[in-house]
Structure formats: C-alpha cells, structure tokens
C-alpha cells in the first residue's frame, strides 16, 4: 500500500514528534467510509515515526459510546488519551488532511507533555473556571490555512477544563451537519452548552480570533 506521508514529509513529522515526552493512545472509531481507511492508515503511519505512538481501532458498533463523549453519526472520529488513559475531550470527525495535519501533531505534543501552547496565565484561569459543560464545534477544511488554529484553540481549552469537548469536524465530509449550523464559510466556530443532557447553541464566530477575542466569545457562552 502507498504511504500517505512521502518521505520528506515523515523526516519532518519525526523531528517533531521527538519533543514528546510521554506515551499517547489514538483512538479511533471508523464508520463504513473510504474516510475511516484514510485516517487508520495516517494514524498507523504516525505509529511508525515515534514508538510513543500506540493507536487503538475499534468499529462503529463495537465502541463504548457511555463512556466517551463520541457523536455516533460523525465517523470516522478520533480523540487522544494519554499514558494513564485520560480523555482530555480532543475530538477529530473526519481526516486531518492538509493544513489539519500539524493540528494533530501539536495535540500529540500537548497529551504527551502536558504542556499548554498559546494561552496566558490569566486565560487559563479563566477557562478553568467555567463550570458548565460546553462544546467547541469547528467547522474546517483541509485547504483553509486559517483553521489549524481555531481548532488548536478549542483542542486546548478542552485540555485545560474537562468540562469541555473541543472538536474539529471536516466540514466537507459532514454536509448534512454543515448545513444544519449553516456552514458557508471556515473556520466557523460554533459553541453549545449543555442543559438538561441537550446540547445548546449559545455563540458562534467565523475566523480564527487572536487569543484574547477568542476567550471573550467562549465566556459570552456561558453568561
């Protein structure tokens, strides 16, 4: 079978990955889709560049949807655990193609690490205080060179507070889910809380907000 990642590519991808520190499981949950072959082979390939790499297969009917926040009808979908078997609510639906990649790579980095990249103290404090669950949809493409980081940014705050899930999902593979938030550009970064075990849409913004504003719109959601 053919690589996905050429040469060149894996060489870069194994520098990077020489930062982590700590074991990470991939786990993924494949739907009946070319999509799901796709990131089982990506995932397996990145298996083959760092030995701190293990990743976990399962199918769409095999998987325990009670114990993992995982929506049933976005597959294939992947989050990331750590050497304990923490879920830090990092969610990927669809293939982390193109411009997503490095997205992957540096949510590998921060599991492994456990370090936080782009937020200040005083942010950080401030999505650790948020005591509602809540979810970060971002809608991307793979072409979009803005999106890596709006999904960086919820993938993080998730990190931070496990109160919350941040997800990319690709939007092309998703149209019927696209539609529904009424998707016309990316990234589109939708909020929801949750009430009474129902997901709420609460706030929503295009673009990839510069730290501070990107804070602001994720607090307006829980006011």
């Known amino acids: 079978m053919e690589k996905l990642l050429d040469k060149e590519t894996r060489i870069k991808v194994q520098e990077i990955l020489e930062n982590m520190e700590d074991n990470v499981q991939l786990v993924l ?32 009917d095999s ?7 995982v929506e049933k009808d976005l597959l294939p979908a992947m989050f990331i655990l750590d ?6 609510g990092i969610r990927f639906y669809g293939v982390p193609g193109g411009h997503e990649f490095i997205t992957l790579l540096q949510d590998i980095l921060i599991v492994s690490t456990k370090k936080i990249m782009d937020f200040s103290e005083d942010n950080i404090e401030k999505i650790k205080s948020i005591d509602k669950e809540i979810r970060i949809r971002v809608f991307v493409t793979p072409t979009c060179p803005y999106c890596p980081r709006a999904v960086l940014a919820a993938h993080q ?67």
């Open 29 to 60: 949950i494949k739907g009946n889709n070319d999509y799901s072959e796709i990131l089982e082979q990506l995932l397996l390939e990145l298996t083959e560049l760092n030995d701190l790499i293990d990743v976990k297969v399962f199918s769409a």
């Open 63 to 69: 998987f325990d949807y009670d114990t993992y926040e």
């Open 83 to 88: 050497s304990e078997g923490i879920d830090y």
């Open 157 to 223: 705050t998730a990190v931070i507070n496990s109160n919350i899930i941040g997800e990319m999902i690709e939007a092309n593979e998703f149209e019927e889910l696209s539609v529904k938030y009424d998707i016309k550009s990316v990234p589109h970064t939708v909020i929801e809380v949750k009430e009474n075990g129902i997901w709420i849409m609460k706030n929503e913004f295009i673009g990839a907000y510069p730290q501070n504003n990107y804070i602001l719109e994720v607090l307006k959601a829980i006011e």
